[in-house]
């Protein structure tokens, strides 16, 4: 009895696993409409879950559509991974992934992320790479908890300290944005792997100033003084004008009300 009961609960947790593991769930656009609520539009025929991956790298010149009530999950996004064109349409409704890859693996795709509403939550989003990535933007909201990564635009870098980046923010050009003479605040320069990886915290906030920012933030208070010895260094080796730190200076206190010039 004991023996069958061992095996029973055994049986049960094997299926509670095979159950909960993620899975890559492919785009195939084989139903009735393009909307990703649709299981029929998916290979196996299933919508994706918050623990799956989600693929949208085929067939050619698809449409994968996001709108008012659908609330969509996934791991990680790709789309236009897989040699040919695909879109995700974000009209509505809402999407939330721990990581997107728009037109990242492979040289002939081109991933195309065409948004004029909902809400699009992501951890990182990264735009090209071996291939090409686009957003189309005209309405909704982005939230980024990670890095936005334009390997055309930035090189590789995470935005926060990427000067062509940040100086596409501050004039408006390559977006048809207005121009952006306020504050510049970085995010958490020490809780992003695209960064904390890379340099330590001294170096990223050097790398951050230098690129265009006015205020780094990272969590930590007992790296100030080596973060300062840095930023001193830099001056007086030639790394870091001291007019591009006045003109820093100069902006924090005005959007403070210190100064009215």
């Given at each position: 009895m004991f023996t069958r009961?061992?095996?029973f609960v055994s049986l049960v947790l094997l299926l509670v696993h095979v159950h909960s593991a993620s899975a890559l769930i492919s785009w195939d656009d084989g139903g009735p409409d393009q909307l990703w609520s649709t299981a029929a539009n998916w290979s196996p025929d299933t919508v994706p879950g918050s623990i799956d991956a989600a693929s949208i790298d085929g067939p050619a010149d698809t449409h994968c559509v996001i709108e008012d009530g659908i609330t969509a999950v996934c791991e990680t996004l790709r789309v236009g991974n897989g040699g040919v064109t695909t879109n995700l349409d974000i009209t509505g409704g809402s999407l939330t992934a721990?990581?997107?890859?728009?037109?990242?693996?492979?040289p002939g795709g081109h991933g195309i992320l065409n948004m004029s509403g909902g809400r699009f939550s992501t951890g990182s989003l990264q735009l090209g790479w071996s291939g090409t990535g686009t957003l189309n933007m005209t309405g909704g909201v982005i939230e980024l908890s990670d890095n936005l990564i334009v390997p055309g635009l930035t090189d590789g870098l995470p935005a926060s300290i990427s000067r062509p980046a940040i100086q596409m923010l501050r004039t408006g050009v390559?977006?048809?944005?207005p121009r952006?003479?306020?504050?510049?605040?970085?995010?958490?320069?020490?809780g992003m792997a695209a960064i904390s990886q890379r340099y330590p915290i001294e170096q990223a906030v050097e790398k951050f100033i230098l690129a265009g920012g006015d205020v780094?933030?990272?969590?930590?208070?007992?790296?100030?003084?080596?973060?300062?010895?840095?930023?001193?260094?830099?001056?007086k080796r030639g790394r870091l004008a001291p007019a591009r730190l006045d003109a820093k200076v100069t902006r924090i206190l005005r959007s403070k009300g210190v100064i009215t010039c």
């Open positions: 009961m061992t095996l721990s990581g997107a890859y728009i037109g990242v693996d492979n390559g977006y048809n944005g952006y003479n306020g504050v510049i605040f970085s995010d958490d320069l020490s780094a933030l990272w969590l930590s208070t007992d790296r100030v003084p080596s973060v300062l010895d840095n930023l001193e260094t830099a001056v």
